[in-house]
């Protein structure tokens, strides 16, 4: 059985502070107690159908480059659009330029730590059928797609000039990969995935599952959790059971 996406995770500078602009911006709430020895930092539980967390971990080297993944926020009305950019605003985010084309519609912000998300206007048929949180975009080759939609057990809903995206069957967001040219990674990326596997199964079991299908071993994080890097050489996380 394939691992559970359960978090995304985020390196941060003031992890709480983190947690509390996302919460307000996504409407999730603050998980309590969270943080501890184990690493566990600050987590944002789901409010809708999104299916996994986000989790802030207390790092202090600067970002240096832009992420490598980030939220694309759907609209149902110019207006919505107005409010979400709005409140990310009155929060602490900014606007960003990252090359994008005033005729493209959507607006471009960063968190306060630099981390960029996308406000998507009305209309966008790719994400008609998503929520508030359409998808999350990623700067990935086709190989890294498939790698994804093998290791979650998520289909592919895209394949096209080598542009892919999956989705679990359960609904939520679209993760998507826009294909080459792919951006050379320095260093740890500062946002990334943490699996858990399925209740009762053997974490090492899965461990070899994941490295057959292509992934590398990098060593051991926090509270233990095993390190490894996807084919185009993101890190993410496996640990216990959910």
Request: proline share 7%; aromatic share 8%; glycine share 14%.
């Amino acid at each position: 059985m394939s691992s559970q996406l359960f978090a995304v995770c985020f390196d941060a500078s003031e992890p709480a502070r983190l947690a509390r602009f996302w919460s307000g911006v996504l409407g999730w709430e603050v998980a309590e107690g969270a943080g501890d020895d184990a690493g566990d930092g600050a987590v944002v539980l789901p409010l809708d159908d999104t299916g996994f967390r986000l989790r802030f971990v207390e790092r202090h080297e600067p970002k240096a480059e832009q992420n490598r993944m980030h939220f694309d926020l759907t609209s149902t009305s110019l207006e919505g659009q107005r409010r979400t950019v709005d409140g990310a605003l009155e929060r602490g985010g900014r606007h960003i330029d990252v090359g994008q084309r005033p005729d493209e519609g959507h607006v471009v912000l960063c968190d306060p730590e630099g981390n960029e998300f996308c406000v998507i206007p009305p209309g966008n048929s790719f994400l008609a059928d998503c929520g508030f949180v359409g998808a999350l975009a990623c700067d990935g080759s086709q190989e890294v797609g498939y790698f994804w939609s093998k290791a979650l057990g998520w289909p592919l809903v895209w394949d096209q000039d080598e542009e892919t995206a999956i989705r679990s069957p359960h609904g939520g967001p679209k993760i998507t990969w826009g294909g080459p040219p792919v951006a050379p990674l320095v260093g740890r990326p500062r946002v990334r995935f943490e699996l858990a596997v399925p209740q009762g199964a053997d974490r090492e079991a899965e461990v070899d599952r994941l490295l057959s299908l292509g992934a590398e071993r990098v060593g051991v994080g926090a509270g233990g959790r095993v390190v490894l890097a996807d084919p185009d050489g993101n890190e993410f996380s496996v640990t216990g059971s959910a």
